[in-house]
C-alpha cells in the first residue's frame, strides 16, 4: 500500500503562497489518482484538486480555480498543491490522498490511502 506524507504548511498572511508537497512511498503514474482535500475546525472535508492516474488535466474545486495549482513528478514521487492570494477562510489542515480508480475525484470516500495532513493557516 502507498504511504503518503505532506509537507510545507505553515502560517502565512492574506494574500501570500505557499507550495505544499505530497510525497508518496511508490510512483504513483498509471497506478493511483491523486487527490487535495483539506479540512477547517467544525465542517466536512471537502475536495481542492486532483490528478487522474491516466494523467490529462487536473480537477478542481471550483472555489480554488485560478488560485491552486496542482501537479505530480511521478520520478520524484511527489506531488504539489501551489497555493496563491490564500484567504483567511482557507485555514484548514491539507491532507494528500491516493486512489486506485480515476473516475470521481472529488468524492473523499474513494480514496482508500491518506497522509496525516499539514497545516495552513491564513491569518494577519
Known amino acids: 500500500q502507498v504511504q503518503l506524507v505532506e509537507s510545507g504548511g505553515g502560517q502565512v498572511q492574506p494574500g501570500d503562497s505557499l507550495r505544499l508537497s505530497c510525497a508518496a512511498s511508490e510512483r504513483f503514474a498509471n497506478t493511483y489518482s491523486m487527490g487535495w482535500f483539506r479540512q477547517a475546525p467544525g465542517k466536512e472535508r471537502e475536495f481542492v484538486a486532483g490528478i487522474n492516474r491516466s494523467g490529462g488535466r487536473p480537477t478542481y474545486a471550483d472555489s480554488v480555480k485560478g488560485q491552486f495549482t496542482v501537479s505530480g513528478d511521478n520520478s520524484k514521487k511527489t506531488m504539489y498543491l501551489q497555493m496563491d492570494r490564500l484567504k483567511p477562510t482557507e485555514t484548514a489542515t491539507y491532507y494528500c490522498?491516493?486512489?486506485?480508480?480515476?473516475?470521481?475525484?472529488?468524492?473523499?470516500?474513494?480514496?482508500?490511502?491518506w497522509g496525516q495532513g499539514t497545516q495552513v493557516t491564513v491569518s494577519s
Open positions: 490522498a491516493a486512489r486506485l480508480g480515476g473516475l470521481n475525484l472529488n468524492d473523499p470516500n474513494g480514496y482508500r490511502y
